[in-house]
């Protein structure tokens, strides 16, 4: 809710002042080498280990104030910076570097008979708007790649990673001084004022796209209001499925991975499927080994009566993105039904199976439309840096432009160069 006039207008002319400031940082952008931009970003990746110490400072205040909040153990998770944690934001800036200069990239080219020559080459999209929540890696991800794709981009992060984010601003305006190209191709609304984030969302004239990366209430506001084409990733309700050809070793090693190596991002499974004859052989072991975990396991009750300490599992369930150490396990007769159930409760985000026969692992990932289908692998592979993308903006379930992970290649269109020698069209 607004204080009054004044401050509406106040929001109105800082987000203006942000796009006007992107818009012409854009077209340098656009126009610079591949060499500018790689040194930028590893002057980016030297800043944050020199400021280490700073951005740790700065999370802890986050750190503390999210506490008190009453944050669950999964968002802090997500907050918290360490010497790891940036040490890994150093290094996904340096892979970013790496990776080919999507920019002028030919995509086609062909000739035409009255000599017309023709072709399709990537383009920046221009500037970006960015709005997430408690990740404030998400600031150095999404900065660096929006700077190798050329882009400009306006970032808004969440309230709880305000001072994290800022530290990690300070280093990649750093690395874009150093390589003397402007710092305001990287920049943060300056407010946590949510009238920020509306404003953002209708900035036409300033922001070309706008990637949503958070909850689903945040993205569900962003579907609604969003004036600005957008990239969507509504909800990471992830399945892994066991088939009857599964291996046990892998399928225990698989499910405790895909649930619990990091409960609070996108990429976790929340609900387990497994063929209803070799259920009792397969779920016992890895029950136990959720549960040692410390995770809540729910079940169906063929589920239940495979292990008593499972607890009931309702309808609700098998539609709940938990982000926490919770999941839900349901028995299927067959690839059929499983893949029935994944088509009416899923986000279309990523399921796998765990399964030795290639006939059935194929017939799953052609028969699902997820964004990222998987065979015998962890849902937590469903990331860009493991994918080979130095790192990515989020994971896109839409269908339009980008789907799956976006790296710098979807932070790109392309348009038609055409030279001729003199053709009138008769």
Same mark, same amino acid.
């Given at each position: 809710?607004? &204080?009054?006039?004044?401050?509406?207008?106040?929001?109105?002319?800082?987000?203006?002042?942000?796009?006007?400031?992107?818009?012409?940082?854009?077209?340098?952008?656009?126009?610079?080498? !591949?060499?500018?931009?790689?040194?930028?970003?590893?002057?980016?990746?030297? %800043?944050?280990?020199?400021?280490?110490?700073?951005?740790?400072?700065?999370?802890?205040?986050?750190?503390?104030?999210?506490? *008190?909040?009453?944050?669950?153990?999964?968002?802090?998770?997500?907050?918290?910076?360490?010497?790891?944690?940036?040490?890994?934001?150093?290094? =996904?800036?340096? *892979?970013?570097?790496?990776?080919?200069?999507?920019?002028?990239?030919?995509?086609?080219?062909?000739?035409?008979?009255?000599?017309?020559?023709?072709?399709?080459?990537?383009?920046?999209?221009?500037?970006?708007?960015?709005?997430?929540?408690?990740?404030?890696?998400?600031?150095?991800?999404?900065?660096?790649?929006?700077?190798?794709?050329?882009?400009? /981009?306006?970032?808004?992060?969440? =309230?709880?990673?305000?001072?994290?984010?800022? !530290?990690?601003?300070?280093?990649?305006?750093?690395?874009?001084?150093?390589?003397?190209? #402007?710092?305001?191709?990287?920049?943060?609304?300056?407010?946590? &004022?949510?009238?920020?984030?509306?404003?953002?969302?209708?900035?036409?004239?300033?922001?070309?796209?706008?990637? #949503?990366?958070?909850?689903?209430?945040?993205?569900?506001?962003?579907?609604?209001?969003?004036?600005? #084409?957008?990239?969507?990733?509504?909800?990471?309700? /992830?399945?892994?499925?066991? $088939?009857?050809?599964?291996? #046990?070793?892998?399928?225990?090693?698989?499910?405790?991975?895909?649930?619990?190596?990091?409960?609070?991002? /996108?990429?976790?499974?929340?609900?387990?499927?497994?063929?209803? =004859?070799?259920?009792?052989?397969?779920?016992?072991?890895?029950?136990?080994?959720?549960?040692?975990?410390? /995770?809540?396991?729910?079940?169906?009750?063929?589920?239940?009566?495979?292990?008593?300490?499972?607890?009931?599992?309702?309808?609700?369930?098998?539609?709940?993105?938990?982000?926490?150490?919770?999941?839900?396990?349901?028995?299927?007769?067959?690839?059929?039904?499983?893949? %029935?159930?994944?088509? !009416?409760?899923?986000?279309?985000?990523?399921?796998?199976?765990?399964?030795?026969?290639?006939?059935?692992?194929?017939?799953?990932? =052609? !028969?699902?439309?997820?964004?990222?289908?998987? $065979?015998?692998?962890?849902?937590?592979?469903?990331?860009?840096?493991?994918?080979?993308?130095?790192?990515?903006?989020?994971?896109?379930?839409?269908?339009?432009?980008?789907?799956?992970?976006?790296?710098?290649?979807?932070?790109?269109?392309?348009?038609?160069?055409?030279?001729?020698?003199?053709?009138?069209?008769?």
């Amino acid at each position: 809710m607004m &204080d009054g006039a004044g401050k509406t207008d106040d929001i109105a002319a800082l987000m203006a002042d942000l796009g006007q400031k992107a818009k012409a940082a854009a077209r340098v952008l656009a126009q610079a080498s !591949a060499e500018q931009k790689n040194a930028a970003l590893m002057a980016a990746a030297e %800043a944050l280990h020199a400021n280490a110490a700073a951005i740790k400072a700065a999370n802890a205040i986050d750190m503390a104030a999210g506490k *008190e909040k009453g944050l669950s153990s999964a968002l802090l998770d997500r907050l918290l910076l360490n010497d790891g944690r940036i040490s890994g934001m150093a290094k =996904s800036l340096e *892979e970013i570097a790496a990776l080919a200069d999507p920019v002028a990239q030919v995509m086609d080219e062909w000739d035409r008979p009255n000599g017309l020559e023709i072709q399709r080459v990537r383009t920046p999209l221009g500037v970006i708007g960015i709005i997430y929540e408690s990740r404030p890696n998400v600031t150095a991800d999404a900065g660096g790649l929006c700077l190798k794709a050329g882009n400009a /981009c306006i970032l808004r992060g969440g =309230s709880e990673s305000l001072n994290s984010s800022r !530290a990690i601003l300070t280093a990649l305006q750093a690395g874009l001084r150093i390589a003397g190209l #402007p710092e305001t191709a990287i920049q943060m609304v300056p407010t946590t &004022d949510r009238a920020a984030v509306g404003e953002m969302l209708t900035m036409t004239k300033y922001i070309d796209v706008i990637v #949503p990366r958070g909850g689903q209430s945040l993205v569900e506001r962003v579907m609604k209001e969003s004036r600005v #084409p957008t990239f969507l990733h509504l909800t990471g309700l /992830c399945h892994t499925y066991l $088939h009857a050809g599964a291996d #046990p070793g892998k399928a225990r090693k698989i499910v405790l991975n895909a649930k619990m190596r990091r409960t609070g991002i /996108c990429g976790a499974t929340e609900t387990l499927l497994v063929d209803e =004859s070799v259920a009792a052989k397969l779920l016992p072991p890895i029950i136990d080994d959720l549960i040692k975990a410390e /995770c809540e396991v729910r079940g169906d009750a063929a589920v239940q009566k495979i292990d008593t300490r499972v607890k009931a599992a309702t309808s609700e369930d098998w539609d709940t993105e938990y982000l926490d150490a919770i999941l839900a396990v349901k028995t299927v007769k067959n690839i059929d039904d499983a893949i %029935a159930h994944i088509r !009416a409760h899923g986000s279309e985000h990523t399921e796998s199976i765990i399964t030795e026969d290639t006939e059935a692992a194929e017939k799953f990932m =052609s !028969a699902l439309d997820s964004a990222i289908v998987m $065979h015998n692998a962890s849902t937590q592979f469903a990331d860009g840096g493991e994918f080979g993308m130095g790192a990515e903006i989020g994971i896109a379930t839409g269908r339009l432009h980008a789907r799956g992970p976006v790296g710098v290649e979807q932070l790109t269109t392309f348009k038609y160069k055409v030279r001729g020698d003199g053709q009138v069209r008769p």
